[in-house]
């Protein structure tokens, strides 16, 4: 049914779909022996993919890795807008999510990670992939948290995180293995 090359006009597929899941891992950037980041010029590529690709996998410090924040379905929003004067752009990577509640132990880890600087990892829902927020050079961080208690019963009780970073290329796509924090006995 799909008679176009695709690949002549950057699309996916014929119905492309939008979402991220909502997961969300995070690891301070200080937790990581090494940082895997894509190339760091335009020289000598071989396939365009490989320019937002990073292969990892990061290797964190003994007893590190990342964790899990747990989202609101369908509440998160990924975008990378282009910044700078014409010529030494970057792209300004930003992913907005939800959780919901207002548990003590929520309020605390807001307290807890409110100016940290790391790595965030979110995945496409149409593609599956990995995008990562963060990088060697440029750590992600939150440019904004708001906790919002609504006056009705039937209204929010959630923060709204927002994840931002800056780097030469859109949100980068992750590639290797995610290394999870190790489980507490």
């Known amino acids: 049914m799909c008679d176009i090359v695709l690949e002549d006009i950057g699309g996916e ?11 969300v891992q995070i690891a301070p950037h200080g937790d990581f022996d090494t940082i895997v980041d894509p190339p760091a010029t335009l020289e000598g590529y071989t396939d365009i993919e490989e320019l937002v690709t990073i292969v990892g996998p990061h290797v964190p410090k003994e007893g590190k890795g990342f ?12 975008k990378s807008t282009l910044i700078g004067n014409p010529g030494s752009g970057l792209f300004q990577n930003e992913v907005v999510i939800t959780v919901a509640g207002s548990s003590p132990k929520l309020l ?16 496409e829902v149409g593609t599956g992939n990995m995008r990562q927020f963060g990088s060697k050079q440029f750590p992600a961080k939150f440019t904004g948290i708001e906790h919002a208690i ?3 019963m039937e ?8 994840i931002q970073d800056k780097q030469k290329w859109p949100a980068a796509v992750y590639t290797g ?6 489980a507490t006995p």
Request: charged share 20%; net charge negative.
């Open 13 to 23: 597929s014929c119905e492309p779909v939008g979402g991220i899941t909502a997961e």
């Open 67 to 78: 964790t899990k924040i747990q989202g609101v379905e369908e509440t998160g929003t990924v």
């Open 108 to 123: 605390g880890w807001l307290r807890l990670v409110k100016n940290l600087k790391f790595l965030a990892e979110v995945t």
């Open 150 to 152: 609504e006056a009705t």
């Open 155 to 162: 209204g929010a009780n959630q923060v709204t995180l927002t």
């Open 177 to 182: 293995t995610l290394p999870m924090m190790p």
